[in-house]
């Protein structure tokens, strides 16, 4: 056809063989997005391994500082590197990237460790427990008590401002999305589907399975990290009452909700 | 006393915009930023500023504002923008891409075209906005940024940098083509793999009309539906402005400057980032050609666009030359290019 390929495997033989003896799962490849963002691509899945190698390199390619380059966003199975055109060019980008890539391990970042008071209960804040509870052929005690018992990992952030993508939910609890999404979830909404758990930042039409509430702030613009989570950072669900998240949730409207409090080591 | 202008009627989606928000998308905050990169550097030259200063932006239907200041200067850039500015019982017709002072308690409204989707007003220093996030951007669905992060509504008041505008003559920036080019340049990825090679093909031959679904997220196409090779969905990934995603329906969405900063379906092609403001610019019904370039000949074409932005301000022109002079002046520069500058300096003064 002729057509200009923008897709290329960059790593040559002797690359290929190094990675190998690092013990890269996958190959990683450039893939242009367009003259403004570079991807490396180290899978097509979702693993702790590949999101380990993400992790490290978006921190590496901040450390390195690379003029041109604004920011690095990770995602389950790969880095976007943006930057601007008019000061560094794709080739010579991957040339500063290679070094980079080159020594780097899959050892687990060690991120900020999270407790989110969760209220479970009822069919305002718990409104699909039930259903995923029948679903998955255990009680919605049982459901809670899972749900609360794994360290759940930041993957990613994305969909809206400060949205997490969580992981790995227990075996058990893995179902797709609703067949019929909602137009609109609350703020708040602790919500399972494909393996994952995400919270709500803000109401928006969402299609997982609401299981609870929580009242943490996950995103306020004016404060100094405005993003609660990062990705690596881990969040245990602490399942709390009704009660207690009322209260919570008038603290965080009022932002009188202290976020230090939420810290798993301090 | 403090300046301000004061919103009479709104317009449809008026936000105050600059280049964007970087630095925070890895914290799932969109860039947001002006749709029509060019026009905003544009009309920002013309009244005087650095071209990146935050502006107002409009979609489809443009807002009608009062002067609460003691003088403000303006100007819009647009596909067939235009400006009415009506002072105590005159009513005149500003052209885009020509600055106009406006004294305390005029009217202005802004035209957007008839076949455009953005057109932008710029104000001279600027508005007395706070950056959030080291930006004036507004990205309106998380309330974030610009004026109280949200669209504009009757009875704001919009506070201005400047209570007086500076005193000196209007200008005009002649010959910016604004028109969509014949082809919009692509780079192929980053999942063209995800596409059959007749679906690429398609792609890159036929024409996809813009649909009336067209606004700050994107542009949703529709043309010959464009099959997947592997399904529609992938394991979540980075998203650029100007990334062309396919979902199951086949039909191409360009993701513009309020876009997600991942997402999950695969985009079979990028646009060029000197492309990227023209597709700001037109409006529902236009018809893209698109042609797939090497990354090296995008790079080239951007670098390209900012040599000729550098050189506005040195085009700039007395908003009341005549036409026929102007035409004839520019006729005359070409014999003589090289000395053009300073010859065209020396008649303008």
Known sequence: ?266 | MSAHLRVIAPGLATSVQDTGRFGYQRFGVPTAGVLDRVAMAAANTIVGNEPDMAVLEMLYLGPTLEVAAGSVRVACVGLGAGMEVTEGQTTRQVPALESARLGIGARLRVMVGRNAMSCVLAIEGGFALPAVMESRSTFVRAGIGGFEGRALAAGDLLPLALEEAEARDEVRLPDLDLALPSRVRVVLGPQDDYFTPSAIETFLSEPYEVTRAADRMGLRLSGTPLAHAKGYNIVSDGIATGSIQVPGDGQPIILLADRQTTGGYPKIATVASADLPVLGRVGPGTKLQFEAVRIEVAEDLRRAQAGIEAGWRQQLEPANAVKGVRDASLYDANLISGVADAWMGDQLD
């Open chain 1, 1 to 266: 056809m002729g057509t200009p390929r923008a897709t290329w495997v960059w790593v040559g033989r002797e690359n290929e063989l190094a990675m190998a003896e690092q013990g890269f799962a996958v190959e990683p490849r450039f893939l242009a997005s367009g003259d403004t963002a570079l991807v490396v691509e180290f899978g097509d899945r979702m693993d702790r391994h590949i999101s380990a190698l993400v992790l490290n390199l978006r921190r590496r390619v901040q450390e390195a500082g690379i003029a041109g380059v604004g920011e690095a966003v990770p995602t389950f199975r790969s880095l976007m590197v943006h930057y601007d055109p008019l000061v560094i060019h794709a080739r010579e980008l991957e040339t500063r990237l290679m070094p980079l890539i080159k020594g780097l391990e899959a050892e687990a970042l060690v991120g900020q460790r999270w407790l989110f008071p969760t209220c479970y209960e009822g069919e305002d804040y718990a409104p699909d427990l039930a259903d995923v509870a029948e679903a998955v052929g255990i009680s919605s005690a049982e459901v809670v008590a899972m749900h609360a018992s794994v360290e759940h990992l930041v993957y990613m952030i994305g969909f809206l401002p400060g949205q997490a993508y969580m992981g790995d939910l227990p075996d058990v609890l893995k179902l797709p999305r609703r067949t019929s999404p909602r137009i609109k979830v609350a703020a708040g909404s602790v919500s399972i589907a494909i393996g994952q758990t995400t919270v709500y930042t803000y109401d928006s039409p969402g299609g997982w399975h609401i299981i609870g509430r929580t009242a943490v702030p996950l995103f306020e613009p004016t404060r100094d990290r405005p993003a609660l989570l990062s990705p690596g950072d881990t969040v245990r669900f602490v399942p709390v009452s009704r009660n207690t998240y009322d209260d919570m949730q008038a603290a965080s409207a009022e932002g009188a909700f202290d976020i230090d409090t939420l810290r798993a080591d301090e």
